[in-house]
Nanobody, 115 residues
């Protein structure tokens, strides 16, 4: 079992930056592939970025070059640095931990990009 708690969401102007954090507990954090997903109103949840146990990363095309995912295994933390934010980045952002068929989700944190 893995428990995940996201933080760092909020309201930001277009072009601004935010860093999301996800604190994990309950299992051996370093063996999990960690990810950030988002869900905008009326849309399906979509992948934003993932980072494997050996820190290989993958990004959705829509965020490449603007977002950076990272992890600190010593602190059981995963981060999402978001730069050059756009209104279309507005969504609830969810942290995910995955290993084989097991997947765990946080409760989500709202990010709103608006002037």
């Amino acid at each position: 079992q893995v428990q995940l708690v996201e933080s760092g969401g909020g309201l930001v102007q277009p072009g601004g930056s935010l860093t999301l954090s996800c604190a994990a507990s309950g299992s051996i954090f370093s063996i999990y592939t960690m990810g950030w997903y988002r869900q905008a109103p009326g849309k399906q949840r979509e992948l934003v970025a993932t980072i494997t146990s050996d820190s290989s990363t993958n990004y959705a095309d829509s965020v490449k070059g603007r977002f950076t995912i990272s992890r600190d295994n010593a602190k059981n933390m995963v981060y999402l640095q978001m730069n050059s934010l756009k209104p279309e980045d507005t969504a609830v952002y969810y942290c995910n931990a995955r290993r084989y068929a097991n997947a765990y989700w946080g409760q989500g944190t709202q990010v709103t990009v608006s002037s």
